[in-house]
């Protein structure tokens, strides 16, 4: 009789497994097939729009290499090449990541860039990757600037948008991260203090960064630590942030 429950465990067992298999292969094929009939509208958008659009699709299945098609050049962005770090924030986010529409950003190159960012979920609402929809706005903003400055309207210009990274380098992206905050505490690792430097851990978390494969070892090095000097920083970080109940927007560039 034992043998015969066991035998029966073990099928019920396998066939549960055989069941999670096929269900797992149908949810990657129906993301396979959103991403392939995306394809098209991603040169469309672009053509309508013209040489100041660009239209990036993203598989956030594989951060290092997430461009899976690509129309226009306004930020250099190519198929194979990886996710900015406005990716990783929607990558850090989960099923929770929303559309972000109409944000205002900067390239390193200075290009002014009029951005929106929609997320794709499966048929049972998971976030796997985004259609990007970049315009460059640099020659409009100057022009706005001349018209107004020509009508006597000039004032007070906004706040300068913040610089994005858009790479096809997934270690210039994280490289770029650590930059950021690094500046904005105006030191280096060696000067903060223990409380900034998990605090340094915590903004790199919630940026995504730690998302990316071989991050935390790249985070170390940049810093001069060792590997499990980085992990121990970012298992007491994201344990202070549980504590705290946090789930605090990120500073920076909307997702």
């Not at 600037?145 to 004032?155: M, R």
């Amino acid at each position: 009789m034992r043998g015969g429950l066991c035998v029966q465990s073990l099928d019920s067992w396998s066939n549960g497994g055989m069941e999670a298999t096929e269900a797992s292969h149908g949810r990657e094929a129906e993301r396979d097939a959103i991403l392939r009939a995306l394809a098209p509208v991603v040169e469309g958008i672009a053509a309508t729009f013209g040489p100041v659009c660009e239209v990036v699709l993203h598989d956030y299945r594989r951060p290092e290499r997430s461009v899976t098609a690509v129309a226009g050049s306004v930020t250099g962005r190519t198929v194979g090449g990886a996710m900015s770090e406005i990716g990783m924030r929607v990558l850090a986010r989960g099923d929770d990541a929303v559309d972000e529409l109409n944000y205002v950003t900067r390239t390193a190159a200075g290009k002014l860039v009029k951005s929106s960012t929609m997320v794709l979920r499966d048929s049972a609402g998971a976030v796997f990757g985004a259609l990007c929809v970049n315009v460059d706005v640099t020659e409009v903003d100057r022009v706005q600037s001349v018209l107004a400055a020509l009508a006597g309207t000039a004032g007070a210009r906004p706040d300068t948008p913040p610089v994005t990274t858009f790479g096809d380098d997934i270690d210039s992206v994280v490289d770029a991260l650590l930059d950021a905050h690094l500046a904005r505490q105006d030191q280096t690792w060696a000067g903060l203090d223990g409380p900034r430097r998990l605090a340094l851990f915590r903004g790199l978390d919630e940026r995504g960064v730690f998302a990316v494969r071989r991050a935390v070892e790249q985070v170390a090095a940049r810093l001069g630590i060792s590997r499990a000097s980085a992990y121990n920083y970012l298992s007491r970080s994201r344990a202070a942030r549980d504590a705290d109940g946090s789930d605090s927007t990120p500073e920076g560039a909307h997702p």
